[in-house]
């Protein structure tokens, strides 16, 4: 959108000082700055949550260590197969690597009360402990960094939508100003592009997901023969897309992948039945979590 709006207002600004293209410059060039530091402040969000989120899923190569570590200590002190190491260990150490992030994160915080129960584990419940609080800080700033960003989605697509009806009205004006000599108007505009929306009032639906480790994300959706969506995968991971008719169901073989960074659009009766009534995304991936735009069309 960019490109098309800086086109169109270096056109207008060749033709002034045009008393109507100076009107439509004046109104237009405002929004368009303010569309431009939303889009770089989304921007900017976007890079920081996906920092953020490396810190976080980077810090599992600390978990691993320091988790084996301390199953050493427990072995050396206790063996193995002592009743203290069962208890200290009782969820296993699957759930250290298999687990969500979060799920792995709360986790390492019951070790570290456990191991608080056995005075010669006092240097290992030290270790887990500020582990703990590592894995937290390095999550809690995740959250953070994604809450700024889908509220910078939310601004950003606030103001798309009211520089979209902004340039729309500037067609009229000019279809007013030239309307009997139209084809100037193509100095303004890709009239293809104008023509190909028809004149019938798109209605969009914007959503923003964060998935988890292993985990789906899931939308209650109404599908009709028109509806499309349109998936920004925004995050570092594929994520796979389908539609079902209940919340539960299973990854199809058949199921729409979107590589990290990749934007794809997709008839919603091409991802499933058109009676299904739930959109779902899979993230698939065991190390990263997932982040998608969903955009729906009708």
Same mark, same amino acid.
């Given at each position: 959108?960019?490109?098309?709006?800086?086109?169109?207002?270096?056109?207008?600004?060749?033709?002034?000082?045009?008393?109507?293209?100076?009107?439509?410059?004046?109104?237009?060039?405002?929004?368009?700055?303010?569309?431009?530091?939303?889009?770089?402040?989304?921007?900017?969000?976007?890079?920081?949550?996906?920092?953020?989120?490396?810190?976080?899923?980077?810090?599992?190569?600390?978990?691993?260590?320091?988790? #084996?570590?301390?199953?050493?200590?427990?072995?050396? #002190?206790?063996?193995?197969?002592?009743? #203290?190491?069962?208890?200290?260990?009782?969820?296993?150490?699957?759930?250290?690597?298999?687990?969500?992030?979060?799920?792995?994160?709360?986790?390492?915080?019951?070790?570290?009360?456990?191991?608080?129960?056995?005075?010669?584990?006092?240097?290992?419940?030290?270790?887990?402990?500020?582990?703990?609080?590592?894995?937290?800080?390095?999550?809690?700033?995740?959250?953070?960094?994604?809450?700024?960003?889908?509220?910078?989605?939310?601004?950003?697509?606030?103001?798309?939508?009211?520089?979209?009806?902004?340039?729309?009205?500037?067609?009229?004006?000019?279809?007013?100003?030239?309307?009997?000599?139209?084809?100037?108007?193509?100095?303004?505009?890709?009239?293809?592009?104008?023509?190909?929306?028809?004149?019938?009032?798109?209605?969009?639906?914007?959503?923003?997901?964060?998935?988890?480790?292993?985990?789906?994300?899931?939308?209650?959706?109404?599908?009709?023969?028109?509806?499309?969506?349109?998936?920004?995968?925004?995050?570092?991971?594929?994520?796979?897309?389908?539609?079902?008719?209940?919340?539960?169901?299973?990854?199809?073989?058949?199921?729409?992948?979107?590589?990290?960074?990749?934007?794809?659009?997709?008839?919603?009766?091409?991802?499933?039945?058109?009676?299904?009534?739930?959109?779902?995304?899979?993230?698939?991936?065991?190390?990263?979590?997932?982040?998608?735009?969903?955009? #729906?069309?009708?």
């Amino acid at each position: 959108m960019i490109d098309i709006v800086a086109y169109f207002l270096s056109a207008i600004s060749e033709g002034l000082p045009d008393v109507t293209l100076q009107k439509i410059f004046d109104r237009t060039d405002p929004l368009f700055a303010l569309y431009q530091t939303k889009f770089n402040s989304w921007k900017i969000a976007k890079e920081n949550y996906q920092g953020a989120t490396l810190l976080f899923t980077q810090g599992f190569t600390d978990v691993q260590l320091k988790i #084996e570590n301390i199953q050493s200590k427990v072995i050396g #002190e206790y063996t193995s197969k002592s009743d #203290e190491y069962n208890s200290i260990f009782r969820e296993g150490m699957d759930v250290f690597y298999s687990d969500t992030y979060y799920q792995r994160v709360q986790h390492i915080g019951f070790l570290r009360d456990r191991l608080a129960m056995y005075v010669p584990m006092a240097s290992a419940k030290t270790v887990a402990a500020d582990l703990y609080t590592k894995m937290m800080d390095l999550r809690d700033e995740q959250q953070k960094k994604s809450k700024t960003l889908r509220n910078a989605s939310d601004d950003l697509e606030e103001c798309r939508i009211d520089l979209a009806d902004m340039m729309y009205g500037n067609v009229g004006l000019l279809m007013d100003k030239y309307s009997k000599t139209r084809e100037k108007i193509r100095s303004f505009y890709d009239l293809d592009l104008l023509y190909g929306h028809g004149s019938k009032t798109v209605a969009t639906k914007k959503t923003h997901l964060d998935i988890p480790v292993g985990e789906y994300g899931r939308l209650a959706i109404l599908i009709t023969d028109k509806k499309t969506f349109e998936f920004n995968n925004s995050g570092n991971v594929m994520l796979k897309c389908y539609t079902a008719s209940t919340s539960d169901a299973p990854v199809p073989t058949d199921a729409l992948t979107v590589d990290a960074d990749e934007v794809l659009k997709a008839k919603a009766n091409t991802l499933g039945a058109i009676t299904n009534t739930w959109l779902i995304i899979y993230n698939e991936d065991l190390n990263f979590s997932g982040s998608i735009d969903i955009t #729906e069309t009708n």
